[in-house]
């Protein structure tokens, strides 16, 4: 007996210290979702998620250790009832709970759950007792179904959505083409110097065709004559215009020589 008695305060005791542990970490994880979610991560979070998983898992062996015993077979009979407040409950609960009455035992030495609940179970259990071995292999092949279309549906959601990136991410022109057509219109950079066919001559910007001579005047030659007036007329293919108030006639200060034939048909 007392061989049982002492394995069953060191059970109690190991199983407190890993209750403590979980009661840590799980004060440290909410205290931080509380007050620093704003720098809170997700890598951060998953870690204190792998803590608490360990330490159930740490937990759950110690429970099913061999020389652990059965704690169900253990009976928790309350001693002393009292409204008054008692202090040193108040230390072993951190003050959760400050007196020992009637009310709250029934709540903190329950071993089943509440009648409500464990209708629910037994209702459940009964429905469960109820579908055969086929209609269970049916059920589950089509939750299987239905969980692998599922997948399949976010799997080729993302697929797309990586796709779509690529796309936009991906470059449509050649930087090196745009450069040297830039270049080209705005500078002229790369465009040939080779002339036209059947244009003689250098051609100067802005006077397109000025090299060019009209049918009829090509036997025409302006001279300059001394004495001349030096004021600007307007010219037209090589051949000075008559002035306003001219009409017909040729300014004097223009000599021309014309090949024609010596004499005129209707020449008297």
Known sequence: MQREEKQLELSLEAL?????DLKNSLVSFIYKLENEYD???WPSVLDNFALLSGQLNTLNKVLKHEKTPLLRNQVIIPLVL???RDEELMRQTEGRVPVFSHEVVPDHLRTKPDPEVEEQEKQLSTDAARIGADVAQKQ????????SNLLEKI??????SESGGIRQNKQTFNPADTNALVAAVAFGKGLSNRRP???TGPVQSGQPGGNSIMAGASAMQQVQM???QSQSQPMLGGVQMPQAGQ???MPSGIKTNIKSASMHPYQR
């Open 140 to 147: 589950i092949q089509s939750l299987n179904k239905m969980c």
């Open 82 to 84: 009292s409204p008054d």
């Open 247 to 249: 009409p017909g006639k």
């Open 226 to 228: 001394p004495g001349a």
């Open 155 to 160: 799997n080729k959601e993302d697929r797309e």
């Open 16 to 20: 407190i210290s890993q209750v403590a």
């Open 39 to 41: 720098r809170l991560t």
């Open 197 to 199: 066919p059947g244009v």
